[in-house]
């Protein structure tokens, strides 16, 4: 499969998860949901790289700014630092189950996810009277938790892929 | 230059998070920007006819949403709803009790139940009304449906009525029809007796039972119940005659001093010649 093939099915899983991410209702725990986007954001930085990592994460952050009525900038911002600090565990050429089908793909997305929230949420309370630091221990911790037993799928399918 | 795009090149992780994040702060600063509003709307429709289109699939978080929504209006409507016809009722009330007010021929004094006992032997009930606002010890109390009790105990503010449904009950009363005369006391369990009536004279179920001018402690004709039994008891010259009080003490909430005062000369001629005769039948201290 050719790199840009990759990037292929990057975009297309990317306009996927943006209609799903609207439509979370369905899994949301006390209105916590996991954010889809920055899975695909982490595993992209995870298999292609800290550069392609935190680009995909502003896109995809871009467009679900908009498409949700967020402020924009704010998941545009959040998901690419999600990105760029899950780029640091990016190992070349290794395979998916080496990369993704290993524990330390859920440490790595805990991390994302954390650095994800605490920038989200910053700017998510701003306009509020609401406390930055009650907020993300309520929401914020609950969301990255979510998103990362979310990720389990992923690194469970990877797991299983000998070849990629 | 080339040394310049190498030096980036070299460093393009950090220099695009950079750029991104100058970037997404001039987006957030200018995040209310006319020109990004439209886009966005531009955007927010596309996506919402999207998801109409996708609407025919169940929504169970939406469903269970609306569900509790609806339960939620459903308990506040029936809240509602019961404090309307709660309200209905007052209202019915005390537009019957202000009809009654105004074309009673007494003087009355509108007055609210503050407290009160009907299932002790002794029952009383408490009134906001007291000496300031006239009240007297031995008053009449009475509502739109007839005699309560009268006023044994009071200070400035408050008055303690004694219910008919009391052990020391004696109240004068007739029949309304006919026109026999009796004494209303109370057997501590529920029920009213008009008794003395003698078993000789012709009584009828559903007869009023009212005050008679026998006591000087009640205007006459106030209702007190209806007879709903009567018994001829073997070897007795009386029938026992069980009456329905008028008044129900239960939802008893509004009431009306009668500001009536006895004939004072009567009662304490009364008093002088006919109770030291007395052998029990009269009525007790009234």
Redesign the interface.
Known sequence: MTAYMNYLWYAIAGLILL?VQ??L??I?VESITPDLLVILTVFIAIREG??AG??AG?VLG?FF???S?D????N??SK??AG?VA?YFFTEGAALSESVGKFKFLGVMGLAALVHNIVYYF?YVQPTNLSFISFFVSHGIAASLYTTVVSVIVMLVAARKQRW | MQRIVELFLRY??YA??LL??V??????S??SSSQ?RS??TI??GV?AS??SALSWLP????LE?ENHALRQLNKDLSLQTMQYRDAALKVEKLRAMLGFREHSPMKLLSAEVLGKTTIQERNYATLNVGSKAGVKEGMPVITERGLVGRVTGLNDDYSVVELLLNRDTRVAARTLEGRNDGKITWDGKGSLYLQDIPAAQPQKKGDTVVTSSYSPRYPENIIIGIISDIKEERGSLFYQIRVQPAVNFATLEEAFVVLYSPDQSRLDLERKLIEPNQTGGGEKGR
Request: glycine fraction near 6%.
């Open positions: 209609l609207l439509n209702g369905y949301a800290q550069f935190e680009i502003f871009l700014d908009i498409i009525s402020i924009i900038g704010t545009a911002l690419m630092l760029f780029g700017f | 393009k992780e695009t998070a991104l994040i970037i997404s702060l001039l987006a957030i200018r995040s990004l886009f966005r955007s927010v996506i999207v998801q929504n169970p978080y939406a949403t």
